[in-house]
């Protein structure tokens, strides 16, 4: 039987969630069912060698940003020159471009994937060419409820659009419990959504209280040079470790205490699901799908966004019940394992492949 050739069309490969997410659908992939070719929009991007090493064709067309009319007729071109079977995109500026050249290149299966959450501060000229765009998508795929919900209400019709949650490999992350004196662990991009300067000011609030308490911020982005001079302003020096990029996100969270996303908005963070497979108990915001991956009180506490007082308090409650914790570390496991397997996530999208 002949494997069926599939473009992944994504922005780049650069470090980020939806890259990653990326990355671990092609290593469990079926690739006897399957022939993968990853077409990156902007640029190779860090990830593109591992994703090589894992047997996947990439090109990079460097596409530079701004609108770009003619990235529809040198997309069209190559579909239709490589006769790809199935073209899936990835996020806003492969589904704008994506879709409508997979459409005219005659491509029978076209799925989007939304990874985000809510697009709230989106002009409305690019709503409205998403929306366009959506029309030559046959399946419309959101990572969670709150997000198709939200896409439904801007005009993507209902009847294309379903919910198909993100999984991670739980053998990369298997469980280790919190540690007791370890540090409260944040992954996530150093970007304005993630309100990582709310984080900083409850983590002031927090070692007030507690002063051995430690904070440790793996993640890189456009407001590092502001989140230092705000940890400086808050006395927090001595207290919360930027990192940067980290490779090793297993590592880290293999000795964190608990872990902590005061995210705006979210679609299904694989950061959450990578600690709650680790066994750590998980404070964050009630936003997007943060409340489908959390369950409230059970696997982790849920806080209002952009409110340090919040998040403070139920950082302090988890240091001071270590016990509790450990059984909402446990009880995230097993949420993990029930409900974010990223085999089972590939399973799904492999029916929607064929189907």
Known sequence: MTALRVAQVTLSLDIGGQERLLVEMARHRDTARFD????????RGSLADLMESLGVRVVALDAPGGFRPGLWRRLSKLFRAER?????????????????????????RRIH??????????HWR????????????????????????????QGVAAERVSTLWNGIDLARFAFSGPCDDGPIVTVARLSPEKDIATLLR?????????PTARFEIAGA???QDDLLRLREQL???GSVIFHGEVRDIPALLARARLFVLPSLSEGISLTLLEAMARGLPVVTTAVGGNP????????????????????AQAIASLLTEPQRGRDMGLAGRRRVENCFDIRKMMAQYEALYVE
């Open 221 to 223: 982005g456009s407001l």
């Open 84 to 108: 790809f079977d199935i073209v899936h995109t990835h996020d806003d500026r492969p589904l704008l471009y994506g879709m409508p050249a997979a459409w005219w290149a005659g491509v029978s």
């Open 113 to 122: 994937t939304h990874h985000h959450g809510r697009l709230e501060h989106v």
């Open 36 to 43: 993968w070719t990853v077409i990156a929009l902007a640029g």
């Open 202 to 210: 409850a983590a002031a609030q927090v070692v007030a209280l507690h």
């Open 235 to 237: 006395k927090l020096t």
């Open 292 to 311: 489908e991956v959390v369950a409230a009180n059970e696997t982790g506490l849920l806080v209002p966004a952009h409110f340090p007082q919040a998040l």
């Open 126 to 153: 690019q709503r409205l060419l998403m929306r366009l765009a959506s029309r030559h998508a046959q399946k419309f795929v959101c990572v969670s409820h709150d997000s198709a919900r939200y896409m439904i209400a």
